[in-house]
């Protein structure tokens, strides 16, 4: 029996089956058979592949239908990538996976890496049906393409093989990913950025050099990927969870984190993958136009991406269409597109053949996702427990870097008043010193010179004042265009030659000039690229924000953690501990996954720690959509008491996959690239100032006045009620056909929340049942659900300088 019922699919285009199928299928069979992967032996006796095996798979069928277009040959040379790389995984598995063989694992995938080779290279002479297979394609595949092509095909093929390892060990070791981990690490597993990249070989056409590194086209590629691979996971369970013994399955996932039954996870896992599709068409449909607008790329390179968007389309539709169908996987009750056709279709008939059971799911998400009401009375955020291992430092120069840090602050500017505030200005003397992001800085830095942590108070100070600038100056106004041309004025105050910069405009260009110099004098030219390119992640990430909060869209979960890193400005402090060694640590060790998930881990637990704090200040007072409790109360329909409990939870299986890291994998990285000891201590070091970068930050807003609802009211002037009028609501409230009933909800009775030593919760909004997934989160019982877990209220003191 199947281990759940497949839930209603979001299948936005219907499925194409290309012409050339019958030919595929039969070169196919020949290819894999004179490679010799339907004579290669299992370990323990018979055949990884036979001829009726791979007929049942019909990898041919895949490709055709993922690949409506192509020709007879380009089809061909397909559907041979596509044997290759489901006989690598089965091979794998037989060889390595079974019998947890991490050391053979290591080295098969080694020699694999040879058969990519460069111009001028010779490969090896194969062993075994895999590395045949590889040559064979390589040689067949690489003259046709350019050079930015092939590096970026390298990588993706080189992931998909090499992180396997990663599943191997979570195997060895019986460990479950959390979910943060697992859809990041799946992408470089599964193998979907590569699908991605034969995409633009079976389209004929290639991604512009200069749009491949831009946010756009990355979000294009990761949101295939995530739907594909979670696609996959539905359909796959019941063969690699409960018959292969598998652990890397977004069920299971689910399952083992939420406490759930298999049933409700699969229609989480299903929810996820509808929100990474809409995520998908809402880039292609606004980001990609203005892009190709911006870069004023010729014709023939706007149709290229067009046909790369398209591509990726067919795929997603295609590909739901063969896991529908093939004997692979659990698929009994799967819906498949009605009416399959061959060949292209004629423009605007797609919609007319689509049942309206294939566009629900997809209706359903984007109307929850827009319709957050903005300034509702949330109340004060109760907090829980937090899962802190590491203890706090503070460094001796703080009384110091407070003087220095106001007088800073003053110089530049970030107390004058801004034309268009209402305000005056964005801050004034009493909320910096109330902020005091020196104490924060004395903690991440605590053995810093004085001159090293006025520069750490100073970056801080900029950071978080450019993040209220965005949404003060450009976020009320919706001036998108001025918001970005600001951005782009930023650039200038960052030469790489440390040239000179124009007449400042504003506190942060004056700001940026100052902090510039004073830290990327001491750095090469590369290291200044690196750290400029940080700043810029950053102050990009703020454009973001005004986007979604202009269409008042509640962000989708994924984009929401990968972008919240750049917004809280992670990659710049973290930039600068790695540019002190610079020259020392080879450049590829910040890009395997040990390092990337230490970092990325860290990030999480320091940026959800803000969100948490800050709910009431976001939520209530400033109508933000950015929040990650406020991301899962839409995402999961629950209450932000549940929302709280889960987003701890995230927070404390990052943490404790950051221990993991630092005990069990940073040491095995050592001895699998052989480093010395100076390397190695600069790692350690590395780790150990993530451990203060978390505990500073929880400590300091622990402390800090900035988020307690006494200063809220203080500097909002009172209830929300009268600050913000029904007028200005509802310049934040999505307008056209099916919007009026959101325009027409009666307002709340009342707008004050008492406040008081331990403010109540307000009475919360009606909220709507919760779907299939989310009945276990109100049991009394498990991770995240306990009151018992509670730490007490905060307590504003009277003075309002922060928690008594």
């Not at 809409?278 to 290229?304: G, S």
């Not at 930023?490 to 100052?514: H, K, Q, T, W, Y």
Request: aromatic residues 8%.
């Amino acid at each position: 029996m199947q281990a759940f019922t497949l839930p209603g699919f979001y299948i936005p285009h219907p499925a194409r089956l290309n012409p050339h199928l019958e030919r595929a299928r039969a070169h196919s069979n020949a290819w894999a058979r004179e490679m010799g992967m339907l004579d290669s032996p299992k370990p323990g006796g018979g055949l990884v592949w036979d001829e009726q095996a791979l007929a049942k798979m019909d990898y041919a069928l895949m490709c055709a239908y993922t690949h409506p277009d192509c020709d007879g040959p380009a089809l061909d040379l397909i559907t041979d990538w596509y044997v290759w790389v489901f006989f690598f995984d089965d091979h794998f598995l037989e060889h390595f996976k079974h019998s947890r063989d991490l050391r053979g694992a290591k080295a098969h995938l080694d020699r694999l890496e040879l058969f990519m080779t460069v111009d001028g290279q010779e490969p090896p002479e194969p062993e075994n049906p895999a590395e045949a297979g590889l040559k064979d394609l390589w040689r067949r595949t690489i003259p046709s393409m350019s050079s930015g092509w092939r590096r970026r095909f390298i990588t993706s093929t080189h992931n998909l093989m090499i992180e396997s390892m990663w599943e191997l060990n979570n195997i060895d070791q019986g460990r479950i990913a959390n979910p943060i981990e697992y859809i990041q690490m799946r992408r470089r597993v599964g193998g979907a950025p590569w699908s991605a990249n034969l995409v633009e070989y079976a389209v004929g056409a290639e991604i512009p050099d200069v749009l491949a590194g831009t946010r756009p086209l990355h979000v294009l590629c990761d949101t295939f990927s995530d739907a594909v691979h979670l696609r996959n996971d539905l359909f796959s369970y019941q063969r690699e969870v409960r018959e292969e013994g598998e652990n890397s399955n977004a069920v299971l996932v689910f399952e083992r984190f939420l406490d759930c039954p298999t049933q409700e996870a699969a229609e989480l896992v299903n929810e996820l993958l509808t929100s990474r599709l809409l995520q998908f068409e809402d880039t292609a449909l606004a980001e990609i136009p203005a892009l190709l607008a911006e870069h004023a790329l010729p014709p023939d390179e706007q149709v290229a991406v067009g046909l790369y968007v398209k591509g990726l389309q067919d795929w997603q539709s295609g590909g739901h269409e063969w896991h529908a169908r093939s004997s692979r996987y659990m698929n009994e009750g799967a819906v498949t597109s009605p009416g399959v056709s061959r060949g292209p279709l004629g423009l605007g008939t797609s919609a007319a053949r689509l049942p309206t059971a294939a566009l629900t799911p997809g209706l359903a998400r984007r109307t929850r996702q827009q319709s957050h009401r903005p300034f509702e009375p949330v109340g004060h955020l109760p907090l829980p427990d937090f899962h802190m291992p590491y203890p706090v430092r503070i460094s001796p120069h703080l009384d110091a870097a407070r003087r220095d840090s106001v007088g800073w602050a003053r110089r530049v500017g970030l107390f004058d008043a801004i034309p268009g505030v209402e305000a005056g200005c964005v801050w004034d003397e009493r909320r910096f010193l109330l902020f005091d992001l020196a104490h924060c800085a004395s903690m991440i830095h605590a053995d810093a010179s004085l001159e090293q942590l006025n520069l750490s108070s100073d970056w801080l100070a900029w950071g978080t004042y450019g993040d209220d600038y965005y949404p003060v100056v450009f976020g009320s106004s919706r001036d998108l265009v001025a918001a970005k041309l600001c951005d782009e004025r930023l650039g200038l105050f960052m030469p790489i030659d440390l040239g000179a910069v124009p007449e400042p405009l504003n506190p942060l260009e004056r700001g940026l000039a100052d902090l510039w110099r004073r830290t990327a004098a001491p750095m090469n030219e590369a290291a200044r690229r690196d750290f400029r390119a940080a700043i810029e992640a950053m102050t990009s990430s703020w454009l973001w924000e005004l986007g979604n909060q202009t269409g008042n869209r509640v962000p989708d979960p994924v984009d929401y953690v990968e972008m919240r890193r750049d917004t809280f400005g992670s990659g710049l402090t973290m930039s600068l501990a790695k540019l002190a060694h610079y020259d020392l640590v080879p450049a590829e060790l910040y890009h395997t996954r040990v390092m990337r998930e230490l970092d990325t881990a860290a990030q999480d637990y320091a940026t959800f720690t803000n969100d948490l704090f800050s709910y009431q200040k976001e939520v209530e007072f400033e109508g933000e959509v950015h929040n990650m409790v406020l991301v899962v109360e839409n995402f999961l329909q629950v209450d932000r008491l549940t929302a709280r409990d889960v987003v701890a939870d995230l927070m404390t299986a990052r943490m404790r996959q950051f221990q993991h890291i630092v005990e069990e994998d940073l040491p095995a990285m050592f001895e699998e690239f052989d480093l010395g000891d100076e390397v190695r201590g600069v790692l350690t070091r590395h780790a150990d100032g993530l451990k203060e970068w978390m505990s500073g930050i929880l400590e300091w807003h622990r402390r800090c006045a900035r988020y307690t609802e006494a200063e809220l009211r203080r500097h909002h002037h009172g209830s929300v009620s009268a600050v913000v009028p029904a007028t200005v609501i509802s310049r934040f409230l999505p307008s056209g056909p099916g919007t009026s009933a959101l325009r027409l909800r009666p307002a709340a009775a009342s707008h004050d929340v008492p406040s008081s030593a331990a403010p109540a919760a307000p009475a919360a909004a009606p909220v709507a049942p919760a779907p299939a997934g989310v009945a276990a989160f109100r049991r009394p019982s498990g991770l995240g659900t306990s009151a018992a877990r509670l730490s007490p209220v905060p307590v504003p003191s009277p003075s309002g300088s922060g928690p008594a």
